[in-house]
T-cell receptor, first 112, second 113 residues
Framework: DSGVTQTPKHLITATGQRVTLRCSPRSGDLSVYWYQQSLDQGLQFLIQYYNGEERAKGNILERFSAQQFPDLHSELNLSSLELGDSALYFC???????????FGSGTRLTVV | AQSVSQHNHHVILSEAASLELGCNYSYGGTVNLFWYVQYPGQHLQLLLKYFSGDPLVKGIKGFEAEFIKSKFSFNLRKPSVQWSDTAEYFCAVNALVANNLFFGTGTRLTVIP
């Protein structure tokens, strides 16, 4: 157990639907990062939040959004899902750059 | 912009063979460097990291990596691999002015018993 909790572990949904992925960071970590891992594109950075505020944005589609709540957990919302959105979505947390990132076990999303 | 290149996509070795996985990055400024490992079906775990000081960094499970600034490289090494090292290995770079890690595409290592 890395200390970063992601739910659900698996999600199967139909095209056009909307899903929410949840991440609880390691205790004391203020930063949360979302990554998408797919076979063809590798590990892609989506977005970062620090203490409730968006800090950095990567290759995140407009159909996707995220937020970090006062208790520091974060949610990644994926809407108008397409087959190509099927991937592993990882959340990571850190207290600062020096410690590196701690990753959660990921949510495997399958869009059918 | 930062980028990370891992030239070996799939490496197959026999047990006890020596391992070296290449990692090159493109960024002219100061960087922090990491190697992560992802065992089948599991999340990414930190193997080792470099921030400053001795360019030869020792990590967990007998892995080490050497930072060569002039070559923009941070290659991962292990003198003798085991079957349990079968996994995917990711090199990552964090520029001090950026707020996220850039990952390479990963190298899949298969160790044959």
């Amino acid at each position: 157990d890395s200390g970063v909790t992601q739910t659900p572990k698996h999600l199967i949904t139909a095209t056009g639907q909307r899903v929410t992925l949840r991440c609880s960071p390691r205790s004391g970590d203020l930063s949360v990062y979302w990554y998408q891992q797919s076979l063809d594109q590798g590990l892609q950075f989506l977005i970062q939040y620090y203490n409730g505020e968006e800090r950095a944005k990567g290759n995140i589609l407009e159909r996707f959004s995220a937020q970090q709540f006062p208790d520091l957990h974060s949610e990644l919302n994926l809407s108008s899902l397409e087959l190509g959105d099927s991937a592993l979505y990882f959340c990571a947390s850190s207290s600062d750059r020096a410690g590196g990132y701690t990753f959660g076990s990921g949510t495997r999303l399958t869009v059918v | 912009a930062q980028s990370v290149s891992q030239h070996n996509h799939h490496v197959i070795l026999s047990e006890a063979a020596s391992l070296e996985l290449g990692c090159n990055y493109s960024y002219g400024g100061t960087v922090n460097l990491f190697w992560y490992v992802q065992y089948p079906g599991q999340h990414l775990q930190l193997l080792l990291k470099y921030f400053s000081g001795d360019p030869l960094v020792k990590g967990i499970k007998g892995f080490e990596a050497e930072f060569i600034k002039s070559k923009f490289s941070f290659n991962l090494r292990k003198p003798s691999v085991q079957w349990s090292d079968t996994a995917e290995y990711f090199c990552a770079v964090n520029a001090l002015v950026a707020n996220n890690l850039f990952f390479g595409t990963g190298t899949r290592l298969t160790v044959i018993p």
